[in-house]
């Protein structure tokens, strides 16, 4: 008799609760709001994702005037705010301040929130903070900018049409190959790279992750993507080919194109754009830059003396601000303090202002889904300098026109080699280069996002209009 007492007791309890949460959710459809939201946590990154994020608004605001846009954020952030960050950190115009919905519960897809088990703690933690959102505000149309895939689902039950940008797939048949192969990264600590035993329990994880993560991500009504790269991830793990488009992400090559390809030879100037991130590898380029002064030195040319590196990026919290730091100490202890700048969070006139002077660019991240940075360098006339995988490979450092736009390199010693090339070559030979970079950059304009945008959302935006 206990026994049965007991579990009709968790069955009430169970039922009760299923009947709450349903209540919740055809209480908030019926209330759905005719308008877009735009599921973005971190409205400061400072990021390419942050610029996707106010072109779509942009585009959408463009092509379907009537409908409210609306930001999930974590931030402390009012419309006028967020309207004039695009504008002064972006250079994107709204047409409207858009409306923001602030979310409370942003710890749950914070990294530090889980220092085992990241991905899964986060994945599933973005569905609590989905649905504090969408209780909230239910839009009729959900975009997700930011590749929250485990939210999918919650927004198609709150009756939501789904819609996202994935700028890279949360799990990937590279991670597991480097986890099986016992490879040390970011995002494989040591200790597990070192024991077989624990290899293999990771790469059992990664496996049930990436079938959960092929579930949710195939409840996507559109997927848009930004690379090749991501496009062959994706479609092998989401498994809706028909449903995904890629959609280069919009770079800022227009104003940036404006800016003269002659740069001063006197002080050759190397800049590096990215968030002090630790997948950006800034290390990794600072050692080569050093290299290579190394061996100009050796070979007692004056051009070391007067090379110049810039770090330029944003800090997102306190690590970000602790491995800026270590950076700079790095660098004192190589003696390059007189060689090397560091710029944070500057506004993006300032930025243009310094890919102007530079004579080249550098990127370092191992399977860079994209690499906005590359293409930024190729819009401003500075040979980019990349790393040879993902989107940079796939996408962006190609021949145009049969004329060579950039270098790709692996090792610090291939980025030395790289920077020494860019260094000793001829005003002519350079300016060669950095036009057929500029001509290619074209090709992942704002402009051409916009275009492939719209066309990409324009047949399920069709769709439901017809039934507002």
Same mark, same amino acid.
């Given at each position: 008799?206990?026994?049965l007492?007991?579990?009709?007791?968790i069955?009430?309890l169970l039922?009760?609760?299923?009947?709450?949460?349903?209540?919740i959710?055809?209480?908030?459809?019926r209330?759905? /709001?005719?308008s877009? =939201?735009?599921?973005h946590?971190?409205?400061?990154?400072? =990021?390419?994702?942050?610029?996707?994020l106010?072109?779509a608004?942009?585009?959408i605001?463009?092509?379907?005037?009537?409908?409210?846009?609306?930001v999930?954020?974590?931030?402390?952030?009012?419309?006028?705010s967020?309207?004039a960050r695009a504008?002064?950190?972006?250079?994107?115009?709204?047409?409207?301040?858009? /409306?923001?919905i602030?979310?409370?519960?942003?710890?749950?897809?914070d990294?530090?929130t889980?220092?085992?088990?990241?991905?899964?703690?986060q994945?599933?933690?973005?569905?609590?903070?989905s649905w504090?959102a969408?209780?909230?505000?239910?839009?009729q149309y959900?975009?997700d900018?930011? =590749?929250?895939?485990?939210?999918?689902?919650?927004a198609?039950?709150?009756?939501?049409?789904?819609?996202?940008y994935?700028?890279y797939?949360?799990?990937?048949?590279?991670?597991v190959?480097?986890?099986t192969? #016992?490879?040390?990264?970011?995002?494989?600590?040591?200790?597990?790279?070192?024991?077989?035993?624990?290899?293999r329990? /990771?790469v059992?994880?990664y496996?049930i992750f990436?079938?959960?993560?092929?579930?949710v991500?195939?409840?996507?009504?559109l997927?848009?993507?930004n690379s090749?790269?991501?496009?062959?991830h994706?479609?092998?793990?989401?498994?809706i080919p028909?449903?995904t488009?890629?959609?280069y992400?919009p770079?800022d090559t227009?104003?940036?194109?404006m800016?003269p390809?002659?740069r001063?030879t006197e002080?050759?100037t190397?800049?590096?754009?990215?968030?002090?991130?630790?997948?950006?590898?800034?290390?990794?380029?600072l050692e080569?830059f050093a290299?290579?002064l190394?061996r100009?030195?050796?070979?007692?040319?004056?051009?070391k003396?007067?090379a110049k590196?810039?770090?330029?990026?944003?800090?997102r919290?306190?690590?970000d601000e602790?491995?800026l730091?270590?950076?700079?100490?790095?660098?004192?202890?190589?003696?390059?303090e007189d060689f090397?700048e560091f710029?944070?969070?500057?506004l993006?006139?300032?930025?243009?202002?310094?890919?102007? =002077?530079a004579?080249?660019?550098?990127?370092s991240?191992?399977d860079?889904?994209?690499?906005i940075?590359v293409?930024e360098?190729?819009?401003?006339?500075?040979?980019?300098?990349?790393h040879?995988?993902a989107?940079p490979r796939m996408?962006?450092v190609?021949?145009?026109d049969g004329?060579?736009?950039?270098?790709?390199a692996?090792?610090?010693?291939?980025?030395?080699d790289?920077?020494i090339?860019?260094?000793?070559?001829?005003?002519?030979?350079?300016?060669?280069?950095?036009?057929?970079?500029?001509?290619?950059?074209?090709r992942?304009?704002?402009?051409?996002?916009d #275009?492939?945008?719209?066309a990409?959302i324009r047949?399920?935006?069709?769709?439901?209009?017809k #039934?507002i």
């Open positions: 008799m206990a026994t007492t007991l579990a009709l007791a069955f009430s039922l009760a609760t299923f009947l709450y949460f349903s209540l959710i055809v209480s908030s459809r209330n759905r /709001k005719k877009v =939201g735009f599921f946590p971190y409205t400061n990154d400072g =990021g390419g994702g942050e610029r996707v106010w072109c608004v942009r585009a605001q463009e092509d379907n005037p009537g409908l409210e846009c609306a999930f954020t974590g931030d402390e952030a009012s419309p006028e967020l309207s504008r002064d950190r972006f250079g994107v115009e709204l047409l409207r301040a858009p /409306k923001v602030r979310l409370f519960k942003r710890k749950w897809v990294e530090k889980y220092p085992r088990f990241t991905m899964i703690g994945s599933l933690g973005s569905v609590y903070l504090e969408l209780r909230k505000y239910n839009p959900y975009i900018t930011s =590749g929250y895939a485990f939210t999918y689902p919650l198609r039950l709150f009756g939501c049409k789904v819609i996202c994935t700028h797939p949360t799990i990937s048949s590279d991670m190959a480097r986890v192969g #016992q490879s040390f990264m970011y995002n494989n600590d040591p200790l597990i790279a070192k024991s077989a035993l624990l290899s329990c /990771k059992i994880y496996t990436s079938w959960l993560y092929g579930m991500g195939s409840c996507a009504h997927a848009m993507v090749s790269w991501t496009r062959s994706i479609e092998q793990l989401w498994r028909d449903r488009k890629r959609v992400p770079c227009s104003s940036l194109q800016l390809l002659e001063p002080l050759p190397f800049i590096s754009v990215a968030q002090f991130r630790p997948e950006k590898a800034h290390g990794l380029q080569a290299l290579a190394e100009l030195s050796s070979l007692e040319l004056d051009i003396k007067r590196l810039q770090f330029v990026g944003s800090c919290n306190e690590e602790n491995r730091q270590k950076l700079k100490e790095r660098c004192t202890e190589l003696h390059l090397v710029h944070r969070n500057v993006y006139r300032d930025l243009v202002k310094l890919l102007g =002077g004579v080249a660019g550098l990127h991240m191992v860079e889904h994209f690499g940075s293409v360098y190729m819009a401003a006339g500075a040979i980019p300098i990349a040879n995988s989107g996408d962006i190609l021949e145009e004329q060579q736009t950039g270098f790709l692996n090792t610090k010693e291939e980025y030395a790289a920077i090339k860019v260094l000793m070559m001829s005003d002519t030979d350079r300016l060669k280069i950095a036009s057929s970079a500029r001509n290619r950059a074209q992942f304009s704002e402009q051409r996002f #275009q492939d945008f719209k990409a047949p399920l935006f069709g769709c439901l209009n #039934q």
